[in-house]
């Protein structure tokens, strides 16, 4: 289960538009990482040797790491509004917890800076939206919205408790981009 802790590197990426060094890295290790997996055995299969683990392709994280590469790496005041520029520790924390909680054959979210220096990702399906906002100083905050139904749904609410209720929106979002709902 994830955790959401505060992130207190305040130190942004030097170099204007290039991001910083442990994209790659990152990049490396989500890409190339297997992951164990149970697998579920039937009363008919349980004398057969099944494998228990098979490699999880993050199918989402190319696209996820392209938007970030778009991002304004290093930046004072790259808004009107006099933004801060991003921190490192809110952008590998957004990428974990996707890791986490999206799953690898999951829809990309687009990848947005905040006035803060945080980063957020967001799906926005028409009626259906959720945002996850990963900030430098403070919890991780989601909210979700779904006007789909007769009566409109809102909820915004920090991550910190609110696991299941991140892992049903996520859920819904997958649902609704597969076409299945």
């Given amino acids: 289960m994830a955790t959401d802790t505060i992130v ?13 060094w442990w994209m790659g890295v990152f990049e490396q290790v989500l890409s190339s990482q297997s992951t ?18 098979r490699e999880i392709r993050l199918l989402w994280l190319p696209a996820v790491m392209e938007n970030l590469d778009r991002l304004p790496w290093g930046v004072d005041a790259w808004s009107s509004e006099g933004a801060q ?14 890791q986490d909680f999206l799953p690898p054959d999951g829809p990309a979210p687009v990848i947005s800076p905040t006035w803060d220096g945080g980063v957020q990702a967001d799906w926005e399906l028409g009626d259906l939206y ?10 991780t905050r989601c909210c979700f919205v779904d006007e789909r139904g007769q009566e409109p749904f809102e909820e915004e609410f920090e991550l910190q408790g609110n696991e299941a209720a991140l892992r049903a929106h996520i859920t819904a979002v997958v ?7």
């Fill in 8 to 20: 207190s590197d305040n130190t942004a990426a030097s170099g204007g538009s290039k991001p910083p």
């Fill in 175 to 181: 649902t609704a981009v597969s076409g299945t709902c």
């Fill in 85 to 98: 520029p991003l921190v490192d520790g809110a952008v590998v924390r957004l990428l974990f917890l996707l």
């Fill in 36 to 53: 164990l997996l149970s697998a579920e055995k039937s009363d008919v299969e349980s004398d057969r040797a099944l494998p228990a683990q």
């Fill in 130 to 139: 959720l945002e996850l906002e990963a900030v430098p100083n403070g919890p």
